[in-house]
């Protein structure tokens, strides 16, 4: 597979494991497509699928997978901790390897068009696919939940992107948009300070002014009494890993304070580790598929 | 697939394609087995086969294809440029993936067994499998080439390590052993002083008092009208790139000469280019099962 793109479905469904696996099903055995993982939570009644494939294959399961969702789930009778809209809550396309975000964005739109036409059920768009900022964040789409969503849908903010103009009256509403890869990065700091791990922090993160795709706070390592700059990463393409980790270093400096290490929690592109080397070795004409093993 | 070994055979037929073809039919279609690349060249009569899988897998197949091309070469009357023994002339297997070097070198012994024992063929041990220092080399146990090899193996220097005690009549005699993946890396420095870029790779290859696992050497790029310390890193897990990057900078600050950049030739295995980052990015217990492309 040169091209693929990660799929990562919110399903509400966490408890009745005859159901899932039934939804499962339509990941597994695919042309293409890879089911990587699914975990359930029951007190979320929630379960959360990533797969990842080929562009048009995820598409394909994709659509199939949202009509079996919708045969099978009656958000009526659904009850957990984790807010939830529809039966299929939210679907994002994430590119991974040779796929644009504006190709992510394409996929979400023609599976919301088609879905919403097979199942008759309605879609938001959100994140990089939304169609105003007031739809952007998934916690505003999502706001008044199943039980809500008919009445809100009434307001012209709230019509729907694709499908019918209020809820299925018994799978709800999806949200779906390209969003791009999320990392977790944190870089430890050689002090028991906390107020100079928020300062940096602040130093680095967009709502303070600075890097755009950087979140980030400081939090206490108590246990190893240090302080830690905690941070999501939301476009790892536009604010490196490594350009944060050189300007936390060079803001520590000011405090006479060294960097201990740096951690990456959970999955992290091939393309972010790749752009790092590619930076400290100074790599020229250096391309990811020279990476033996993207090609087994 | 968690567990990957590279293999590399390389089978003296690079001209009669139908033949060719009988030969890498053997390596499709085969579970856990990925036929990579396949490379003939007509001047060398020689095809050389990249193979990646599962260990266990990758040992089957190998046997099965040793013993089509033992039925179908015949090296009586085999011509061309490059050297070689035997009808599959050479079998390294490469750690890649959650392998060991003592593992791969198991493989091949396991292999050398089993087609010895199969198909009558003689085997020579070399490289990490070598069982003396003299048959490390593989042109040193090459040397003689088909046609003396018969004579040559009635020292006892030359004894094979598995099979008969002479070359089989048609298929000769073939090396096999476990080694590291080449790593193909030059450093490119702000000068035109070859004299420069040859005292640098003096001051880090093995020979000169370097790092055990560096051949280097100087050479001249005539139309960027710089110099290059151009590298073979015969096992980056000991002699790393970042380590060898950064003693080259050190070096050529003696010279007042800057780096320009570097470039690795060809392909990398993800251990590299995550070691790289992870050095540079002080990376606490990051595991590269985290790299998304590895679970794809």
Redesign the interface.
Known sequence: ?DR?V?CVPNISEGRDLEKLEKILDVFRGKRDV?L?DYSSDEDHNRTVVTL?GEPEAVKSVMIEAIGKAVELIDLNKHEGQHPRMGAVDVVPFIP??NVTVEEADRLAKEVAAEASRLYGLPFFLYEKSASAPHRENLANIRKGQFEGMAEKMKDGMWKPDFGPETIHPTAGVTAIGARM?LVAYNV?LATNNLDIANAIAKNVRHINGGFRHVKALGIELEDRGIVQVSMNLTDYTKSS??RV?ETIKMEAQRYGVA??????V?????QA??D??DY???????NFD???????
Not at 259 to 264: A, F, K, L, P
Not at 280 to 286: D, H, I, Q, S, V
Not at 290 to 296: D, G, I, K, P, S
Request: cysteine-free.
């Open positions: 597979m693929i990660e890879k990587l990842v991974i390897r890869p430890n890993i490594y980790f960097i201990v290490g740096s951690e990456i959970g999955l992290v592109p091939l580790i790749v790092t080397a400290y070795l100074r790599l020229e004409n250096f020279q990476v033996l093993e993207t090609r087994l």
